[in-house]
């Protein structure tokens, strides 16, 4: 899209305001999903100190937390940043996915379902990487809903694997949803063998069925390119894990956020990350 035309501002704009809504609820969805005993849309929030119910004015995204200076209005205990936080990331990638992937404004085609497939995916990743790092799981309902989906979200946006599909077919439609079913499998079987191996060599176990499972699930989607995505998590998680184990001396590494990045780069630049890796072996 052009910056310089106001209704891609407004468009632009109205996807950052979404961004931060869906953000809030990934914040209730991070909060409640692991406790098994609570429903992410009832009831109305609380304050985690006192009680208190939050009314909607003090619930607004981002703008209640800075008007209550991260305070809460009963008891004055302090609100966590990363509630305003993750508001204002998932607005900004909301945002930043619309001016990226919708081409012409105007014309309600086949980008707008792409950036709704995008939207919803990054969505996903946003809560997987919020619960694993709170309690190191990645929730079923999020993994395996993604490994039925997966395909169906492939159908919908083949751009998704960058027009090469594990299984070429002459509909690029039906081309991504086989390959999507084809790659959770591969995906899966490949990460479930690399920890096998892991637990052989080392004695203990290396990786979670959840981290085998939300591969799985981003194989469902981009097909053979989740294999990069692993590479890039993989890549990630060794140089930040070294600083982290260096820093805080031996902390558990939760793999779930490398594995979200992973697929959120290679979903955007798959060809590109994978010609820049190629290029270091070209003379
Ligand atoms: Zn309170």
Known sequence: ???????????IGALGAL????????????????????????????CTQCGRSIAWYDNLPVLSWILLRGKCRGCRASISMRYPGVELGTALLFA??????????TAFGSDWLVLAVMLTITSALIALTLV??????????ITKSGIVLGPVLAFCAPELQHDAHLISL???????????????????????????????????DAMGFGDVKMIAAMGGCLGHW??????????????????????????????????????????????????????????
């Open 226 to 283: 989740a294999l990069l995505s692993l590479a890039v998590a993989a890549l990630c998680g060794a140089v930040i894990g070294i600083v982290i184990r260096v820093v805080t001396a031996g902390r558990y590494i939760p793999f779930g956020p490398f594995l979200a990045v992973g697929m959120w780069t290679v979903m955007l630049w798959g060809p590109e990350i994978w010609n820049g890796y190629m290029d270091l072996f070209r003379p």
């Open 170 to 204: 002459d509909s690029p439609r039906w081309a991504a949803a086989v390959s999507g079913v084809a790659g959770a499998a591969m995906a899966g079987g490949v990460l479930w063998s690399i920890g096998w191996l892991g637990s052989k060599a080392f004695k203990k």
């Open 19 to 46: 961004g931060a809504c869906i953000g809030s609820f990934l914040n209730v969805v991070a909060y409640r999903l692991p406790r098994e005993c609570m429903n992410v849309a009832r009831p109305r929030s609380r």
């Open 96 to 105: 930043w996915l619309g001016a990226h992937v919708v081409k012409e404004p």
């Open 132 to 141: 694993d790092l709170d309690y190191r799981i990645l929730p079923d309902e």
């Open 1 to 11: 899209m052009s910056l310089g035309d106001p209704r891609v501002v407004v468009i």
